[in-house]
């Protein structure tokens, strides 16, 4: 009577878990991919226009004004207001990139296709998420060069300017997200930037110190999440803030993380997307 063999035979690994790794990986970057051709297949709308505003501002409140204003914060006012200029480049590209393409996805009936694939709601937020970081950094790039041209940029610490503007244009992109998830036409994706956000973003110290405003209205300051913003760019090339760095960290980071999760849930709940 022969005995049939006791070995263990070795058992072949699940293809499950690896196979949708790799196509989650092939949706993210597709998602990427798409949004930086975009991009540039666009950059009549998404560089130009940018590069064209940021000149004005050099020209008209960097030379004009500026000269007449004379230093601020220990430096000359043109480079006082060329970090802010910058970060406000980078927050307003990096929002209307995602408000726009998420929408437009809306419009266009092709978000359904995205959300019935395999790809998870945490890694598709994170791709168009990806794609406002691109604009921004590509369109704060742009203005970055055109700086140069009127000023010279002192870069204080390398670490902080780089960490403060990937975190900056992290949460005005999941705020263009969120935008775009509850707007239901053109006028409601525009409504934020113009009536919230444009004016945020200049009253956010871009071109002033707020010790120049009087205590009230220096305690109304404290209260717009821009003015952290600005000040840490603005420290990591010229070592001067208005408000404490280390708490201007801990509001972009805890509004990185609510925003991203906010943004997950609502895909998640179909809300904007399934109405």
Not at 116 to 143: D, Q
């Amino acid at each position: 009577m022969t005995q049939t063999s006791t070995q263990d035979t070795p058992v072949a690994a699940d293809p499950v878990t690896p196979n949708l790794a790799h196509t989650n990986m092939v949706g993210f970057r597709t998602i990427i991919i798409r949004e930086f051709s975009r991009i540039i297949r666009i950059w009549g709308q998404t560089i130009v226009p940018p590069a064209i505003t940021a000149t004005l501002y050099f020209v008209i409140f960097g030379s004009l004004i500026g000269s007449r204003i004379g230093d601020m914060g220990g430096y000359t006012y043109i480079q006082y207001i060329a970090p802010g200029l910058i970060m406000m480049s980078v927050i307003t590209n990096s929002y209307g990139n995602v408000v726009s393409s998420f929408f437009g996805a809306k419009f266009g009936k092709h978000i359904e296709e995205l959300l019935v694939s395999p790809l998870p709601n945490w890694l598709i937020v994170a791709g168009y998420v990806c794609g406002g970081i691109l604009r921004g950094l590509v369109v704060g790039g742009v203005v970055t060069i055109i700086t140069l041209i009127f000023t010279h940029l002192h870069v204080y610490n390398v670490g902080v300017v780089i960490s403060a503007v990937l975190l900056s244009s992290i949460v005005f992109s999941l705020m263009g997200m969120i935008n775009a998830i509850f707007a239901k036409n053109f006028d409601q994706i525009s409504f934020i930037p113009t009536f919230v956000l444009t004016p945020l973003t200049y009253l956010g110290g871009v071109f002033y110190t707020i010790s120049l405003l009087p205590h009230w209205a220096q305690t109304i300051s404290h209260a717009n999440p821009i003015l952290y913003m600005v000040n840490a760019f603005r420290f990591g090339f010229l070592g001067v803030s208005d408000v404490n760095v280390g708490f201007a960290y801990s509001i972009m980071i805890g509004a990185a993380v609510v925003l991203y999760v906010a943004c997950v849930w609502l895909l998640q709940k179909g809300v904007g997307t399934r109405e």
